[in-house]
């Protein structure tokens, strides 16, 4: 039997989770974080994450399977591919 695609298995699961990207980027914004990196900075991150073609669903690395927008928000934090 064929293994299920990753990517459609984690489209399939934040479908069934009525996720977004804007309710992603809600609860990012709620979370409290004690590295922040700042408004400019988790911008341009996103910015990059956006044009990435490893971006799932606009809101989920493939590489390493984050939401970004909680990720770029840390500033302790990296790109697992050396983007930022």
Known sequence: MKEP??????????????MTPELVAEMAS???????????????RLEI???C?????GMTCR??????????????AACINGKW
């Open 5 to 18: 695609c990753p990517e459609c298995e984690n489209k399939a699961y934040l479908s069934s989770l009525d």
């Open 30 to 44: 709620a979370e409290p974080v004690a590295d922040y990196a700042g408004d400019q900075l988790v911008a341009e």
């Open 49 to 51: 994450c956006k044009a």
């Open 53 to 57: 073609p490893r971006l799932i669903g």
């Open 63 to 76: 590489d390493c399977g984050c939401f970004v927008q909680f990720r770029v928000r840390h500033k302790t």
